[in-house]
Protein backbone atom coordinates (compact mmCIF):
# COMPACT_ATOMS: atom_id res chain seq x y z
CA UNK A 1 0.00 0.00 0.00
CA UNK A 2 1.05 3.56 -0.84
CA UNK A 3 1.48 6.09 2.01
CA UNK A 4 2.24 9.78 2.15
CA UNK A 5 3.43 11.53 5.13
CA UNK A 6 3.91 15.00 6.48
CA UNK A 7 5.36 14.89 10.18
CA UNK A 8 4.71 18.99 10.08
CA UNK A 9 1.30 19.62 11.11
CA UNK A 10 2.00 23.28 10.95
CA UNK A 11 5.11 25.66 10.21
CA UNK A 12 5.84 29.34 10.32
CA UNK A 13 7.86 31.70 8.17
CA UNK A 14 8.58 35.25 8.21
CA UNK A 15 7.87 37.35 4.52
CA UNK A 16 10.51 36.70 2.42
CA UNK A 17 12.16 34.12 4.42
CA UNK A 18 12.73 30.43 3.06
CA UNK A 19 11.12 27.90 4.22
CA UNK A 20 11.07 23.44 3.53
CA UNK A 21 8.31 21.36 4.25
CA UNK A 22 9.07 17.49 4.49
CA UNK A 23 7.28 14.57 2.48
CA UNK A 24 8.03 11.32 2.60
CA UNK A 25 6.32 8.48 1.02
CA UNK A 26 6.60 4.63 0.52
CA UNK A 27 5.53 2.63 -2.49
CA UNK A 28 6.18 -0.49 -4.29
CA UNK A 29 5.38 0.84 -7.50
CA UNK A 30 7.73 1.61 -9.66
CA UNK A 31 6.39 4.51 -11.76
CA UNK A 32 4.72 7.27 -10.14
CA UNK A 33 4.02 10.69 -10.08
CA UNK A 34 4.70 13.37 -6.76
CA UNK A 35 3.01 16.76 -6.26
CA UNK A 36 2.33 19.63 -4.16
CA UNK A 37 -1.15 20.72 -4.09
CA UNK A 38 -1.83 24.15 -1.68
CA UNK A 39 -5.30 24.87 -0.13
CA UNK A 40 -5.80 28.66 0.69
CA UNK A 41 -8.09 29.45 3.52
CA UNK A 42 -11.83 29.00 2.13
CA UNK A 43 -10.58 28.50 -1.21
CA UNK A 44 -9.98 25.74 -3.67
CA UNK A 45 -6.91 23.06 -3.84
CA UNK A 46 -4.65 24.05 -6.96
CA UNK A 47 -1.89 22.53 -7.94
CA UNK A 48 2.06 24.17 -6.79
CA UNK A 49 4.52 21.76 -8.31
CA UNK A 50 4.94 17.92 -10.06
CA UNK A 51 7.54 15.72 -9.80
CA UNK A 52 7.64 12.70 -12.31
CA UNK A 53 9.52 9.73 -10.18
CA UNK A 54 11.56 8.77 -13.22
CA UNK A 55 13.34 12.34 -13.33
CA UNK A 56 16.30 12.79 -11.16
CA UNK A 57 15.96 16.64 -12.12
CA UNK A 58 14.55 18.62 -9.22
CA UNK A 59 11.06 20.48 -10.42
CA UNK A 60 11.00 24.38 -10.00
CA UNK A 61 8.24 26.38 -10.43
CA UNK A 62 9.55 30.16 -9.66
CA UNK A 63 9.72 31.11 -5.89
CA UNK A 64 8.46 27.06 -5.48
CA UNK A 65 11.17 23.79 -5.67
CA UNK A 66 11.56 20.27 -4.73
CA UNK A 67 14.34 18.18 -2.97
CA UNK A 68 13.43 14.70 -4.78
CA UNK A 69 15.43 11.91 -2.95
CA UNK A 70 14.19 8.55 -4.88
CA UNK A 71 16.18 5.99 -2.79
CA UNK A 72 15.43 7.48 0.45
CA UNK A 73 11.88 7.91 -0.78
CA UNK A 74 11.51 11.58 0.28
CA UNK A 75 9.72 14.73 -2.17
CA UNK A 76 10.44 17.80 0.33
CA UNK A 77 8.87 21.58 -1.18
CA UNK A 78 11.08 24.86 -0.89
CA UNK A 79 9.15 27.96 -0.77
CA UNK A 80 11.15 31.05 -1.35
CA UNK A 81 11.09 34.73 -0.36
CA UNK A 82 7.62 33.56 1.76
CA UNK A 83 4.46 35.78 0.28
CA UNK A 84 1.82 36.70 2.71
CA UNK A 85 -0.53 34.81 0.21
CA UNK A 86 1.46 31.47 0.29
CA UNK A 87 -0.27 30.85 3.78
CA UNK A 88 -2.26 27.66 2.86
CA UNK A 89 -2.63 24.29 3.92
CA UNK A 90 -0.16 22.21 1.89
CA UNK A 91 -0.55 18.61 0.88
CA UNK A 92 1.91 15.97 -0.68
CA UNK A 93 0.39 13.65 -2.70
CA UNK A 94 1.58 10.25 -4.37
CA UNK A 95 -0.01 8.80 -7.71
CA UNK A 96 -0.21 5.24 -8.29
CA UNK A 97 -2.29 3.01 -9.93
CA UNK A 98 -5.51 4.41 -10.07
CA UNK A 99 -5.37 6.29 -6.95
CA UNK A 100 -3.57 9.67 -5.40
CA UNK A 101 -2.41 9.36 -1.82
CA UNK A 102 -2.72 12.67 0.14
CA UNK A 103 -0.82 13.24 3.29
CA UNK A 104 -2.35 15.07 6.36
CA UNK A 105 -1.04 18.67 5.37
CA UNK A 106 0.98 20.85 6.97
CA UNK A 107 -0.21 24.33 7.72
CA UNK A 108 2.21 27.19 6.21
CA UNK A 109 1.76 30.73 8.18
CA UNK A 110 3.66 33.45 6.88
CA UNK A 111 4.67 36.30 9.46
CA UNK A 112 4.42 39.84 8.13
CA UNK B 1 -12.50 27.20 -19.86
CA UNK B 2 -15.00 26.41 -16.77
CA UNK B 3 -13.71 24.61 -13.66
CA UNK B 4 -15.08 21.99 -11.61
CA UNK B 5 -18.11 22.86 -10.09
CA UNK B 6 -20.21 21.48 -7.42
CA UNK B 7 -23.94 21.55 -6.57
CA UNK B 8 -25.08 22.74 -3.82
CA UNK B 9 -22.23 24.68 -2.13
CA UNK B 10 -23.90 24.17 1.50
CA UNK B 11 -26.23 21.59 2.76
CA UNK B 12 -27.51 20.95 6.70
CA UNK B 13 -29.25 17.06 6.80
CA UNK B 14 -30.84 15.35 9.60
CA UNK B 15 -29.30 11.86 10.87
CA UNK B 16 -31.02 9.22 8.75
CA UNK B 17 -31.85 11.11 5.94
CA UNK B 18 -29.88 10.31 2.46
CA UNK B 19 -27.87 13.11 0.30
CA UNK B 20 -26.72 13.66 -3.48
CA UNK B 21 -24.33 16.03 -4.10
CA UNK B 22 -23.18 16.84 -7.70
CA UNK B 23 -19.92 17.85 -9.16
CA UNK B 24 -19.37 18.81 -13.09
CA UNK B 25 -15.88 18.18 -14.18
CA UNK B 26 -13.95 20.27 -16.50
CA UNK B 27 -14.76 19.94 -20.36
CA UNK B 28 -13.16 17.10 -21.53
CA UNK B 29 -12.02 15.46 -18.40
CA UNK B 30 -12.94 11.97 -17.78
CA UNK B 31 -11.78 11.15 -14.52
CA UNK B 32 -13.71 12.36 -11.40
CA UNK B 33 -12.60 11.45 -8.17
CA UNK B 34 -14.52 12.58 -4.78
CA UNK B 35 -12.31 12.67 -1.84
CA UNK B 36 -14.03 13.64 2.16
CA UNK B 37 -12.39 16.19 3.89
CA UNK B 38 -12.76 16.63 7.86
CA UNK B 39 -10.27 18.13 10.71
CA UNK B 40 -9.42 14.99 12.22
CA UNK B 41 -9.43 12.80 9.50
CA UNK B 42 -8.04 15.07 6.81
CA UNK B 43 -8.49 14.13 3.08
CA UNK B 44 -9.67 10.92 2.71
CA UNK B 45 -9.61 9.26 -0.98
CA UNK B 46 -13.56 8.02 -0.97
CA UNK B 47 -13.80 6.93 -5.38
CA UNK B 48 -12.64 7.66 -8.82
CA UNK B 49 -14.88 7.56 -11.96
CA UNK B 50 -13.16 7.13 -15.08
CA UNK B 51 -15.30 6.95 -18.24
CA UNK B 52 -18.53 6.31 -16.20
CA UNK B 53 -16.57 3.27 -14.59
CA UNK B 54 -15.57 2.98 -11.03
CA UNK B 55 -12.21 2.63 -10.82
CA UNK B 56 -10.70 2.64 -7.80
CA UNK B 57 -12.52 3.17 -3.83
CA UNK B 58 -11.02 3.91 -0.76
CA UNK B 59 -12.32 2.55 2.46
CA UNK B 60 -15.38 4.19 3.50
CA UNK B 61 -18.73 2.05 4.16
CA UNK B 62 -21.30 0.64 1.72
CA UNK B 63 -23.52 3.87 2.66
CA UNK B 64 -21.20 6.07 0.22
CA UNK B 65 -21.64 5.43 -3.60
CA UNK B 66 -21.40 7.31 -6.41
CA UNK B 67 -22.12 7.14 -10.59
CA UNK B 68 -21.20 9.17 -13.40
CA UNK B 69 -22.56 9.73 -16.50
CA UNK B 70 -22.24 9.94 -20.39
CA UNK B 71 -21.14 13.55 -19.73
CA UNK B 72 -18.33 12.51 -16.77
CA UNK B 73 -21.04 14.53 -14.41
CA UNK B 74 -20.48 12.27 -11.13
CA UNK B 75 -23.07 12.09 -8.75
CA UNK B 76 -22.34 10.83 -4.97
CA UNK B 77 -24.56 9.49 -2.62
CA UNK B 78 -24.51 9.43 1.07
CA UNK B 79 -27.73 7.44 2.63
CA UNK B 80 -28.55 7.04 6.32
CA UNK B 81 -26.52 10.14 7.45
CA UNK B 82 -24.46 9.67 10.53
CA UNK B 83 -22.85 13.04 12.35
CA UNK B 84 -19.82 11.72 11.79
CA UNK B 85 -20.22 12.23 7.88
CA UNK B 86 -20.47 16.23 8.48
CA UNK B 87 -17.37 17.16 6.01
CA UNK B 88 -16.08 19.15 3.25
CA UNK B 89 -16.97 16.82 0.42
CA UNK B 90 -14.19 17.67 -3.01
CA UNK B 91 -14.58 16.54 -6.48
CA UNK B 92 -11.81 16.64 -8.90
CA UNK B 93 -11.33 15.96 -12.48
CA UNK B 94 -8.66 15.35 -14.36
CA UNK B 95 -7.74 13.95 -18.12
CA UNK B 96 -6.95 10.81 -17.29
CA UNK B 97 -7.51 7.96 -14.16
CA UNK B 98 -5.23 8.46 -11.13
CA UNK B 99 -2.01 6.99 -11.20
CA UNK B 100 -0.93 10.00 -14.41
CA UNK B 101 1.43 12.46 -14.20
CA UNK B 102 -2.29 14.51 -14.93
CA UNK B 103 -3.07 17.33 -11.93
CA UNK B 104 -6.33 17.04 -10.46
CA UNK B 105 -8.55 20.07 -10.69
CA UNK B 106 -10.57 20.53 -7.09
CA UNK B 107 -14.06 22.04 -7.23
CA UNK B 108 -14.87 24.40 -4.14
CA UNK B 109 -16.52 21.65 -2.65
CA UNK B 110 -19.61 20.88 -0.37
CA UNK B 111 -20.09 21.93 2.73
CA UNK B 112 -22.41 18.80 4.36
CA UNK B 113 -23.95 19.22 7.99
CA UNK B 114 -25.58 16.30 9.48
CA UNK B 115 -27.66 17.31 12.97
Known amino acids: AQTVTQSQPEMSVQEAETVTLSCTYD???????LFWYKQPPSRQMILVIR??????QNATENRFSVNFQKAAKSFSLKISDSQLGDAAMYFC?????????FGTGTRLKVLA | KAGVTQTPRYLIKTRGQQVTLSCSPI?????VSWYQQTPGQGLQFLFE???????NKGNFPGRFSGRQFSNSRSEMNVSTLELGDSALYLC??????????????FGPGTRLTVT
Open chain 1, 93 to 101: VASGTYKYI
Open chain 1, 27 to 33: TSESDYY
Open chain 2, 49 to 55: YFSETQR
Open chain 2, 92 to 105: ASSLAAGGSSHEQY
Open chain 2, 27 to 31: SGHRS
Open chain 1, 51 to 56: QEAYKQ
